[in-house]
């Protein structure tokens, strides 16, 4: 029984079939990713993990309970973080403000008055923030408006807002989208430094083959809204029904 | 000091020293001289600059961190000065319990507006935020002040009358609004040096007082952690719903407190002028607030109240100023050049003040963007840079820091 099992979800837009019959099972403590070529139902696949979609049929079950019907933030304090295709921070804010947040929210819920109390004076999350800043290597940049940024710091620092909530599980959109080579390479060390340091399920959706090789321990293809194979990586190199859905029936 | 840092104490402090020095401050012109006409130090003036702060504050605290921009926000103004004047009809003339009262009703009735108006954001909950007020406006007008059940008294607006029960009402105790018998309309002393002449007025220092402690409540809620995740909601809604968090609660509690503000500076206007009008609640005086803040700089802490005292002053001042003035002003010229001038800044002042106005508006948002306090800053700036000419910043390889929200 995985972390996150998902059975027999479909989701139709008016006369596509985004997703057929999905079925996939995350194992704790695992690197998944999940590839396929454009159009294979990937973000919508994520969007239904997440609360933003609401699959027309079938299962999403997180840790034995479901999350079908839940609000994002619900489902995010259940223990699923995510990461964006494009880096979604705090632009408006400094980079502390932006790492403050989380820590409030892990600590106080979804929703708490606290409009009296100074953000200064809250010792634990300034801590907490200060901390999970230095393992990503940005205390130098706390007070930065984090708009400024680098987009490599950008994803850097919306990984460690999501790693400061200590989720059970980290969903990666594409993490590496439109990066130059060595700033793939970056992101990769940072994710296998990620993982090493704690446990932790990864659900990576990815393009890049060279990303997904390098960090996965198990591979799922979708190919037309479908899972194609699910195997490890070993295997799927080789698979030519992989090769097919990638490159066409000629290869 | 009171929780604050040491920037936010020297804030508060230059605050109050403006609030509590206002009759010596904005009184700088002789009495008898020509220029005594700019001079706004005068009770009912300093009383509207005082109670258009803080409405401006409670504003700002929706829009300036949320970025939900209320259209609406006089109807709560507006409920405020009914409720109090209920208050003063049915109780007695004091302000205390009126003003009590024009708060919590306002917050209800925010409570009300705020839920469905919030449903949507952007444009669409602007217009339904307007759509309320323009509502409560009507019902005020007219709808609730038929002979069978008259809530408001329509045009003729809600006022205390003789045969009022006023059960608390004591001999002996002022027939105006008084706090323990300290009537608001009079001055506890009138200060005459040389030639100026300054007015210390009841009514004034209690709404200055009232101010200042609204204000240092504004700050301590923009240092909270209540504060950051307003401003995570103008920032970026989707990241705040992915974090774990549900941005409904807080704009609807922000929503709640600014229209709470609302309610106050209405409920003070009624305890300086025991009199409600429908006029109140219309949709130009939700518009005026939205100016207010805009101008001052919204988001700050400092600029709604200067965008208030800016506005208002230039409502009360310029408004006055007519033809024969500016004949006095222009009589060095030759005769025909006197008539030109006059000609030509005429649309300008008297009645024409909003021309004045919007110009300085649109002025104000071309080129500080972000209002009254940018220009202060700018200015600072200068002062700063020439002050240490060798230490010139290099923006390229010193990212810019972000600018402290109270700047």
């Given at each position: 029984?995985?972390i996150?099992?998902?059975?027999g ?6 006369g596509l079939?985004?997703l ?15 590839i ?12 239904c993990l ?18 079908l019907g839940?609000?994002p ?11 964006f295709?494009?880096?979604?921070i705090?632009?408006?804010?400094t980079?502390?403000e932006n790492?403050v ?15 009296f ?6 010792q ?10 230095e393992?990503v ?14 987009r490599g710091?950008?994803r850097?620092l919306?990984?460690?807002?999501c ?12 993490p590496?989208?439109?990066?130059a080579?060595?700033?793939t390479?970056?992101?990769?060390d ?25 960090l996965?321990?198990?591979i799922?293809?979708?190919a ?13 190199r ?8 990638y ?5 | 000091?009171?929780?604050?840092n040491?920037k ?19 009184n700088?012109?002789?009495t ?8 706004a ?11 258009f702060?803080?409405?401006a504050?409670?504003?700002?605290i ?9 259209f609406?926000?006089a ?9 109090a ?16 009262l024009?708060v ?11 839920y469905v108006s919030?449903?949507?954001s952007?444009?669409y909950?602007s217009?339904?935020?307007?759509a309320?007020a ?6 005020a ?6 002979p ?7 045009e003729?607006g809600?006022?205390v009358y003789?045969?009022?029960?006023q059960i ?11 706090l323990f018998?300290w009537?608001m ?21 209690l709404?200055?007082?009232?101010l200042?402690v609204?204000f ?5 809620l923009?240092?909270s952690?209540?504060?950051?995740m307003l401003r995570?909601?103008?920032s970026n809604?989707q990241?705040?719903?992915y974090?774990?968090l549900?941005?409904k609660?807080?704009?609807l509690?922000?929503?709640?407190i600014?229209?709470?503000?609302a309610?106050l500076?209405?409920?003070?206007l009624a305890?300086m ?12 005086a939700?518009?005026?607030v939205?100016l ?5 700089g919204?988001g700050t802490?400092?600029?709604?109240v ?5 506005i208002?002053?230039f409502?009360?001042i310029f408004s006055?100023?007519?033809?024969n003035?500016l ?13 030109f001038?006059?000609?030509?800044v005429?649309?300008?002042v ?7 106005l ?5 002025l104000?948002v071309t080129?500080l963007?972000?209002?009254l306090?940018?220009?202060?800053q700018r ?5 700063r840079?020439?002050?240490?000419k060798t ?11 972000t ?5």
């Amino acid at each position: 029984m995985g972390i996150l099992e998902v059975k027999g979800v479909n989701k139709r837009f008016g006369g596509l079939q985004a997703l057929g019959d999905v079925n996939l099972s995350v194992e704790e403590n695992t690197v998944h990713a999940i590839i396929g070529p454009n159009g294979a139902g990937k973000s919508t696949l994520l969007n239904c993990l997440v609360g933003k979609l609401i699959p027309d049929t079938g299962s999403v079950m997180f840790d034995g309970r479901s999350v079908l019907g839940r609000t994002p933030y619900e489902i995010n304090q259940m223990g699923i973080s995510r990461v964006f295709q494009t880096p979604e921070i705090f632009g408006d804010l400094t980079v502390f403000e932006n790492m403050v947040i989380p820590a409030f929210a892990k600590r106080d819920g979804a929703f708490r008055m606290h409009a009296f109390e100074s953000v200064a004076r809250e010792q634990d999350i300034v801590e907490r923030a200060q901390q999970m800043l230095e393992e990503v290597n940005m205390l130098d940049k706390l007070h930065m408006h984090s708009a400024s940024l680098s987009r490599g710091d950008k994803r850097r620092l919306e990984m460690a807002m999501c790693l400061l909530q200590e989720p059970r599980l980290l969903l990666l959109d594409e993490p590496t989208a439109g990066m130059a080579r060595a700033d793939t390479n970056n992101t990769i060390d940072l994710l296998k430094e990620i993982k090493q340091k704690r446990d932790i399920t990864i659900c990576i959706i990815e393009h890049d083959m060279h990303v997904v090789f390098s960090l996965a321990d198990r591979i799922t293809v979708l190919a037309q809204g479908s899972p194609l194979v699910e195997d490890s990586p070993e295997n799927i190199r080789g698979n030519p029904k992989v090769r097919e859905a990638y490159l066409g029936e000629a290869a | 000091m009171l929780g604050l840092n040491s920037k936010d104490t020297m804030l508060l402090i230059v605050v109050a020293f403006l609030a509590l020095a206002a009759p010596f401050l904005l009184n700088p012109f002789p009495t008898n001289s020509s220029l005594a006409q700019f001079n706004a130090g005068y009770p009912d003036l300093m009383q509207r600059f005082a109670i258009f702060g803080i409405f401006a504050i409670g504003f700002n605290i929706l829009f300036g961190l949320t970025g939900y921009l209320s259209f609406g926000h006089a109807a709560f103004l507006g409920v405020g000065s009914y409720a109090a004047v209920w208050m003063f009809k049915l109780l007695s003339y004091n302000v205390i319990p009126a003003i009590i009262l024009a708060v919590i009703v306002a917050g209800l009735f925010s409570v009300l507006i705020g839920y469905v108006s919030l449903r949507r954001s952007g444009i669409y909950f602007s217009i339904l935020t307007l759509a309320f007020a323009q509502m409560s406006f009507a019902l005020a007008y007219s709808v609730l002040s038929n002979p069978k059940f008259n809530l408001t008294n329509g045009e003729t607006g809600l006022q205390v009358y003789g045969d009022d029960p006023q059960i608390l009402h004591r001999e002996g105790l002022p027939d105006v609004p008084h706090l323990f018998g300290w009537a608001m309309r009079d001055n506890f002393l009138e200060l005459e040096v040389a030639g100026w002449e300054f007015t210390f007025n009841n009514g004034y220092y209690l709404c200055a007082v009232i101010l200042l402690v609204v204000f240092y409540l504004a700050i301590r809620l923009f240092r909270s952690p209540f504060g950051l995740m307003l401003r995570a909601v103008k920032s970026n809604q989707q990241r705040l719903n992915y974090t774990g968090l549900n941005p409904k609660p807080y704009t609807l509690a922000a929503f709640i407190i600014s229209g709470m503000y609302a309610g106050l500076a209405g409920g003070l206007l009624a305890a300086m002028d025991p009199l409600a009008g429908a006029e109140r609640m219309q949709w130009t005086a939700s518009g005026e607030v939205v100016l207010m803040t805009i101008l001052g700089g919204a988001g700050t802490l400092i600029g709604p109240v200067l965008g208030a005292g800016f506005i208002k002053y230039f409502e009360n001042i310029f408004s006055k100023i007519n033809d024969n003035v500016l004949h006095q002003w222009f009589a060095f010229l030759p005769d025909g050049m006197e008539d030109f001038m006059v000609f030509i800044v005429h649309p300008f002042v008297g009645k024409g003040w909003h021309l004045t106005l919007g110009i300085l508006f649109m002025l104000v948002v071309t080129f500080l963007p972000g209002g009254l306090v940018e220009g202060g800053q700018r200015i600072a700036r200068l002062f700063r840079r020439r002050g240490k000419k060798t230490d010139t910043p290099d923006p390229e390889h010193h990212p810019k820091e972000t600018p402290h929200v109270a700047e």
